[in-house]
C-alpha cells in the first residue's frame, strides 16, 4: 500500500489551492490487484477518526472500461445486512453483523 498522492497545485501563484473533501479529511491507501486479479484495483480512504471507506480506484478496470455501476447491494445473507450496522464505541470498531 502506499500513502497518499500529492496535494492539489494553486490554481495561481496568488490564490491558495482549497483542497476537497476528500483530500482535507482523508489519507488514501491503495491496494493493487486484490485476491490476485489483475486490474481489480482499490483505493482505501482512512478518515482520522479511524473509519475507513472502500473504494475503486482510478486503474479498476470498471472505471476504465467506461462501464456504470447500476446497483449495490449491501445484503450479505438473509440475516445480515451492512445497512444495520451502527457505529460507536471509542474506536468505532463495531463492524459485524449482530
Known amino acids: 500500500m502506499a500513502t497518499e498522492p500529492d496535494p492539489p497545485v ?3 501563484a496568488g490564490e491558495p489551492a482549497v ?20 486490474c481489480e484495483d482499490h483505493c ?4 482520522s477518526n479511524r473509519i475507513c471507506v472502500i473504494t475503486l480506484a ?7 472500461s467506461g462501464k456504470a455501476i447500476k446497483s449495490i447491494s449491501y445484503q450479505i445473507s438473509t440475516n ?4 444495520q ?3 460507536s464505541g ?4 463495531v463492524c459485524s453483523c449482530i
Open 10 to 12: 494553486a490554481a495561481s
Open 44 to 47: 482505501i480512504l482512512q478518515h
Open 58 to 64: 482510478g486503474s479498476h478496470l470498471v472505471l476504465q
Open 80 to 83: 445480515c445486512s451492512r445497512l
Open 85 to 87: 450496522n451502527k457505529v
Open 19 to 38: 483542497p476537497s473533501l476528500v483530500d482535507r479529511y482523508f489519507t488514501r491507501w491503495y491496494k493493487a490487484d486484490v485476491k490476485g486479479k489483475p
Open 90 to 93: 471509542k474506536f468505532k470498531r
